[in-house]
């Protein structure tokens, strides 16, 4: 059983179907989903109670790294074997994720297909030789940006880009006001904004009418759930971002055709 939505994309790659007894709630939430969203769906599901997880007496429990202590004794009490999995803060990290899950479940091959899989997309989306890295930000709602030290921002420098907000001192979860955004502005802005209108509403900064002065800033839509799990979210987001590249530089972008979302047109709000 997965209570930990990067999990149950990796396990829904390397498991059997009849070892999955659940995943989490929040690999069928269209927003949250790290995982084919169909498939997600087909899959039985729980939202994490003790209760829940009891009554289906799995053989393990996967759960993130912040558990609540009193869940993990609880746990522990009726005799459930429990492993947490961190998020993945480098590429090397996922890789030692997929193998560690696949051989939790006793796939090990395949876990190391998944990771093949992973490298050869990699590969693909890297940029040619010589190619000066591209300034990105990836800006979320409220103004956060992924700051050094997490998975985007090693696919950012592996696909061609530099992490603009890193460079500038800022770390992860820190803000980039709309202000500093206008005035030093990067290459490219990757918007990593759900869609939600609701939430467009209340932070209308990712599509202020000031951005229409960034003439030479591309801002692009990067889908939020490639933000922050490894396994197969490492193949759609390094697509993505060689995708973007590809379109701000044709000539000398490799990119490669798949993506969350549609180029915004430079210099124009949402």
């Known amino acids: ?34 995982m084919d969203l169909a498939l997600a769906q087909r899959l039985p599901s729980t939202h994490g109670t003790v209760e829940e997880v009891l009554a289906l007496r799995p053989d393990l429990v996967i759960d993130g790294r912040f558990i609540a202590p009193a869940t993990a004794s609880a746990y522990a009490r009726l005799g459930l074997k429990l492993e947490t999995v961190d998020l993945a803060a480098t590429v090397e990290d996922a890789r030692a ?5 696949a051989g939790l479940v006793g796939h090990p091959d395949r876990g190391e297909a998944l990771v093949a899989r992973m490298d050869a997309v990699l590969a693909a989306a890297a940029p040619p030789p010589g190619a000066p890295p591209i300034p990105a930000v990836v ?23 530099t992490n603009f907000s890193a460079l500038r001192g800022l770390g992860q979860a820190d803000r980039l006001p709309l202000e500093r955004m206008l005035a030093d502005p990067p290459r490219v802005i990757l918007v990593a904004d759900a869609g939600d209108r609701a939430a467009a509403d209340q932070d209308r ?9 960034l003439t030479g800033t591309t ?52």
């Open 139 to 161: 800006w979320e709602p409220g103004g956060i940006v992924p700051g050094q030290g997490t998975l985007v921002s090693d696919l950012l420098v592996r696909t061609g880009y």
């Open 97 to 101: 994720q997929v193998r560690r899950l």
């Open 1 to 34: 059983m997965s209570l930990n939505p990067c999990a149950d994309a990796i396990l829904a790659e390397v498991a059997d179907r009849n070892q999955i007894l659940a995943l989490s709630a929040w690999s069928r939430d269209p927003r949250s989903t790290s």
């Open 205 to 213: 900064a990712l599509a202020h009418p000031a951005l229409r002065a």
């Open 219 to 270: 801002r692009a839509a990067f889908a939020p759930n490639l933000l922050y799990c490894g396994g197969p979210t490492v193949i759609r987001a390094a697509q993505r971002l060689a995708e973007v590249r590809h379109q701000i530089l044709p000539r000398r972008g490799r990119g490669t055709a798949a993506g969350g979302g549609g180029v915004m047109a430079k210099g124009t709000a949402r």
